[in-house]
Nanobody, 124 residues
Framework: QVHLVQSGGGLVQPGASLRLSCAVS????????VGWFRQAPGKEREFVAA????????YYTNSVKGRFGLSADNAKNTVYLQMNSLKPEDTATYYC?????????????????WGQGTQVTVSG
């Protein structure tokens, strides 16, 4: 089993920054990437970003490129999503997820384990 525990999030004004954390525990050796998804009310859960453990390659959806950044602390098995220049349209529940097979990074079905979700609200 793999467990993901998220932290961070909250209510901020447009233009502010937030950092989300995702701590991965358990059979972490079975995972090869961590992805972040978000789901706004009434919308489908969408891919935001992903980082591959080996080599640290990162991938972002176009709407967050240049504003969001991913990093990983391999010693702590923790992934960080730094979100800058936040916009109201970034408001959503954010989920991290662990991928165990070498499948498409942007697809939800590629991820077997999910965090509990954390709310990010950009308003003001």
């Amino acid at each position: 089993q793999v467990h993901l525990v998220q932290s961070g999030g909250g209510l901020v004004q447009p233009g502010a920054s937030l950092r989300l954390s995702c701590a991965v525990s358990g059979r972490t050796f079975s995972t090869n990437a961590v992805g972040w998804f978000r789901q706004a009310p009434g919308k489908e859960r969408e891919f935001v970003a992903a980082i591959v453990w080996s080599g640290g390659s990162t991938y972002y959806t176009n709407s967050v490129k240049g504003r969001f950044g991913l990093s990983a602390d391999n010693a702590k098995n923790t992934v960080y999503l730094q979100m800058n220049s936040l916009k109201p349209e970034d408001t959503a529940t954010y989920y991290c997820a662990a991928r165990t097979a070498h499948m498409e990074l942007i697809a939800r079905s590629s991820y077997a384990y999910w965090g509990q979700g954390t709310q990010v609200t950009v308003s003001g």
